[in-house]
């Protein structure tokens, strides 16, 4: 197995659940390592020194980048084909054509490119494209008809997925000999195992990240539970967004999977499986939901709030509710260190006001700090600067209570709103 000398510890984590890309390759392989007592011996498959033909599923700029680091090393491979999401359309009336980055990708390079069904149940039934299709045999509603693919899977086929998506039905892996289904996974497992490891890595500000090139199980296995290949770890920035993070781990990912192929090819390579005791006491990383997005002023902390919109607000926007029960989302967000303004804010977390110093909306948050607020989109109404949204709030007597406005992560009523306000003047 390649791996980083140490496994990573993750810092304090909050409750819905940082990030310095210092490029250090602290992995290193070596020809023997010993298990956990708890785990079963590392596995090493038969080996072939034959490049390998590789199906590479994935969908978008995490995808893309491992590709690239893939495509650039040809010494591993003799040819790859793509699977990835179809086009769909977007936006009002369906007007935008949405198109898979990796697709466009891939024919920039050349490569074939295969797209699956838009539904997951005609994804369950979708048939590999030649010539893995040969070892695919798909489920029978006949049981009678069942049959077992004609020969073994060809130990040159390899399987590569890279945020693909999806869950890859059982027919599918098994198509694949054993250790040749690879996922490249940006956390180092069994540390958040699931569909937002980079999301959560950076919402819990931690400062140490990383990598690891797992083996594809099946769904009733465990969820990204399979063998660890390689493992790289990597500084975080406490700045980092999850566009800097996912790109910095896709190109080390990348990498790692190459040096993996190549150990395979030597037949030097082997796979070491996650320790169950580690794995049960792991934090996990599920899809991120709206309910992520709400802010809390009353629990959260100013950095907790500022480490949540870097880590999702590409994917699903902060928000919040004013008293009269619209939404309203948060973006331009920033700590604010300055005296000017701070003396007009209540003490009470969430209670907003309009600093015209910084030209930002602040807001107290749990642990005293105050957070500016430099954009804000009401529920139907575009994105305006903080001035603006100020303007017309205070014209809303719902909503403008004794020169401020109480934001909360759920709509709530005029009665609560003026018992709120009633203790904040005092």
């Not at 690891?212 to 967004?241: F, N």
């Not at 792991?282 to 500022?306: G, N, W």
Request: charged letters at 20%; hydrophobic letters at 35%.
């Amino acid at each position: 197995m390649l791996r980083s000398q140490h496994l990573h510890t993750p810092a304090t984590s909050y409750t819905r659940r940082n990030v310095r890309p210092s490029f250090q390759r602290t992995f290193r392989f070596t020809d023997h390592v010993l298990p956990s007592p708890r785990c079963s011996s590392t596995s090493a498959p038969a080996h072939n020194t034959q490049p390998f033909d590789i199906l590479f599923f994935g969908r978008d700029e995490f995808s893309c980048t491992v590709l690239s680091q893939l495509h650039a090393g040809p010494d591993v491979w003799e040819h790859i084909s793509i699977v990835t999401n179809p086009d769909s359309k977007t936006g009002r009336r369906g007007s935008i054509v949405s198109v898979s980055p990796l697709k466009l990708l891939a024919e920039s390079l050349s490569l074939p490119v295969h797209t699956i069904p838009h539904s997951k149940p005609a994804f369950r039934t979708w048939q590999l494209p030649p010539p893995f299709s040969k070892y695919h045999t798909l489920p029978s509603s006949d049981a009678s008809s069942s049959s077992t693919p004609p020969t073994s899977p060809a130990r040159h086929h390899l399987l590569i997925t890279a945020s693909f998506g999806r869950i890859l039905p059982a027919p599918l892996l098994r198509a694949f000999a054993p250790g040749r289904a690879l996922n490249v996974h940006p956390s180092l497992l069994p540390l958040y195992r699931g569909a937002s490891p980079i999301q959560y890595t950076i919402m819990n500000g931690d400062t140490r990240g990383g990598v690891s090139i797992i083996d594809m199980m099946e769904r009733k296995k465990g969820i990204d539970a399979g063998g660890i290949w390689a493992q790289e770890e990597m500084d975080v920035r406490p700045e980092s967004t999850f566009p800097t993070l996912r790109d910095d781990l896709a190109e080390r990912g990348g990498k790692l999977l190459v040096d993996v192929l190549r150990h395979m090819l030597a037949g030097t390579a082997k796979s070491t499986p996650q320790d169950p005791v580690t794995s049960a006491s792991s934090p996990r990383a599920p899809s991120i939901t709206a309910q992520d997005a709400l802010v809390d002023f009353s629990l959260m902390s100013c950095d907790q709030i500022i480490r949540l919109d870097r880590g999702i607000s590409h994917q699903k926007p902060l928000t919040v509710y004013t008293p009269s029960g619209l939404s309203l989302q948060l973006s331009g967000l920033c700590r604010h260190d300055s005296d000017r303004g701070i003396l007009e804010i209540s003490p009470l977390p969430g209670v907003a006001a309009y600093d015209p110093h910084s030209r930002s909306v602040l807001v107290r948050c749990a642990d005293g700090a105050v957070l500016g607020i430099d954009m804000l989109q009401e529920q139907n109404r575009r994105a305006v600067p903080a001035k603006v949204w100020w303007n017309g709030v205070r014209g809303r007597e719902t909503d403008f209570v004794d020169g401020s406005v109480r934001l909360s992560p759920a709509p709530t009523s005029r009665r609560d709103c003026s018992i709120s306000y009633g203790q904040a003047k005092d």
